[in-house]
């Protein structure tokens, strides 16, 4: 399987996506990501398939995969909306003086001169909306520019007649034609920038990839030399230096000096974090005071800030739940539309007195007024601020279903080690019970607990590396019990929770103990604190009224310490990773779930709830089993991120009630004529405008309180 990421230019709405994801869905790949906001297109590509076909397939449908042909040519004049709306207003504005009071141009009356005015704009306009209209039509989803092409065409179509068959003004209505092209252009430029200021938060982590760095080399002298180079150049293993005030331009190792380090960019954490030798830098991060020495760990798509873009551009591409329905309405919408405006010029010439010219105004308005992509821009844009403002505040989703979800979640089930506590351990206090000298006791606790990745197992190992390490003939990790090694002599040791003593009628009441041959030698006692903003989360999440449960693998007397402490609702402790399985799958049986853990050694049970939240490092942030990451390694943002799901959710009800409304509402108005004689003219300006309304809509959950 083959990973593609491919940019196409030319997707203007939903429909343009359908086509390509029907279309690649025709050839045998399985769930294509088609973001038609971002102009992207991703998906799994099986081995036997030929990527060559695919790209000329995409553009049969008459849509540019961009980089396949050389490079992507320099943007030209009338390639935008900005510029064809601009040049089609300059020769629509003659087209109408004359219809402003006062103003009387009388050789603007002669058709011929209209005429002159308006081919410009209907060539501008049918080279972009034809086309278009005709490449969808062949790929079987029409689009909206069908409705706005045969609109123009049928203006135009009518008033050429008229002019060749020396019929006269009664027979001109080129200013309609121009007006419903020069409108839409309009319109699609106010959406373009509407949908485009949606992306911002997007846009602020793709400017952070792309700084100057210092690069350090040295000459034959091994003299240091400092040079800039942009950031795209650098490799792994590089040498750079970053000082106040600047951007770390890659993940990176500090080897010299210190530096309080703003990593809002990446986590949404606005404090400063002080970093010093050793200490990772996020890519994309700031340098507010100090500087240091670094080599660069990591560059291009393996940065955590790049893994980031493409979590969330995935995500984008994602069709949540709710967008099932406005896609098959979409899929008909235009088809129904051409027969409604039939039926609006059969009903109109042949039921009123109003003669046939003014019946086709009825039905080109009926045709430029409606508007599929406001059905189809309901449920992008939403996601779209969404996601980015989780992103902007270090939340990541890793698909759009998952903000959907949340506001069904009635309960938060979460992890004690590294999620209610901060996870980072110092050792507090051990015994030894049969006579092993202190550091023979260290040696073997630390040879048994470096083969762990449990966070009191490090804490231990760390402290007592420097007591040397023994060799085993067999070691191994039993998940849920601890280290069981054999030495070379046959003994067997155990360095585990009270779980490998508890047969033995032993105190309850330490950390870790350790056995030779079923024997206790001693045991080790470590300090964890409770993360600060833990007692904070769970109020807020039982003003909410979600219900709060404690699930641990620790001891049921440490987890209801814990757990009485920060109020939470239901306490179970002492459960192995299949205990917590099946303690999840009851959960969520009966009532939908979030479960919060380190994403690491609960991945099994993140994967099982109905959400899985990690807390997990930046640096693991690609193989985390979670739906939802916290990447500022604490609680803060859990009730934001429930509260962003949640108003995303309302926002896109919203749009999808103003969508279906507008439509409901204008297509009518039109069809009956309330619009007037100049119907088309008001349908192109309202139906561009409706999409700018679901854009602004949108923008509105980058204020909206989530908590």
Known sequence: MESIQWKVDGMSCTNCALSIHKYLQSKGIDEPKVNFMEGEVQ???????????????????????????????????????????????????????????????????????????????FIVGMSYFGKSAWNSIRSGIPNMNVLVAIGALSSFGYSLYGTLSGQGIAFAYYETTATIITLVFFGNYLEDASVQSTQRALKDLVRAQK????????????????????????????????????????????????????????TGESEPIQRKKNDLLLGGSTIQDGTIKAYVTAVGDDTVLANILKMVKAAQGEKP????????????????????????????????????????????????????????????????????RGARNGVLFKNAKSLETFKDIRQVVFDKTGTLTTGHFSMHQFKILDGTSEDDFKSLVYSLEKYSNHPIAKCISNEWKSSGAQAWASIEEVKGLGIKAIDKEGNQYWAGSYKIVADQKIEDGHNIYIQKNNALIGWIDVEDEIRPEAKQVIEILHRQGVHTILLSGDRQSKCDKIGKALGIQEIIGEQSPSDKLTQLDAFVKKYPTAMVGDGINDAPALAKATIGISLSNASH??????????????????????????????????????????????????????LGTWGPTYGALIMGLSDVVLALNSLRLFNKKLV
């Open 321 to 388: 739940p709710v967008q099932i329905l406005a896609d098959k309405i979409s899929a008909v919408f235009v088809p129904l539309v051409l027969s409604i405006a039939v039926l609006t010029l059969i009903g109109n010439y042949f039921l009123t007195d109003i003669g046939f010219g003014s019946s086709m105004l009825r039905a080109i308005a009926v045709l430029v007024i409606s508007c599929p992509c406001a059905m189809g821009l309901a449920t992008p844009a939403a996601i779209a601020v969404g996601l980015g």
């Open 621 to 674: 942030i690609a193989i985390q089993t979670a739906q939802v990451i916290l990447m500022n390694q604490g609680l803060k943002n859990l009730p934001m991120s429930l509260g962003l799901g949640k108003r995303t959710y309302e926002t896109i009800k919203e749009n999808l009630i103003w969508a279906f409304s507008y439509n409901i509402i204008a297509i009518p108005v039109a069809a009956l004529g309330l």
């Open 211 to 266: 700084v100057m760095a210092n690069m350090i080399v040295f000459d034959e002298h091994h003299k240091e030399i400092i040079f800039n180079v942009e950031s795209q150049t650098l490799k792994v293993g590089d040498l750079i230096l970053v000082n106040a005030g600047e951007t770390v331009p890659m993940d990176s190792k500090i080897l010299w000096g210190e530096a309080n380090v703003n990593e809002s960019i990446v």
């Open 43 to 121: 998906f799994e590509k099986p081995d036997e398939i030929n990527k060559e076909i695919l790209i000329k397939g995409i553009q049969g449908l008459g849509y540019k995969v961009r980089g396949q042909d050389g490079p992507s040519p320099k943007k030209k004049w009338l390639d935008n909306n900005a510029d064809r709306s601009l040049f089609s207003f300059l020769f629509t504005l003659p087209l109408v003086l004359h219809m402003i009071p006062g103003i009387h141009i009388h050789w603007l009356m002669n058709t011929y001169v209209q005429l002159a005015f308006t081919v410009p704009v």
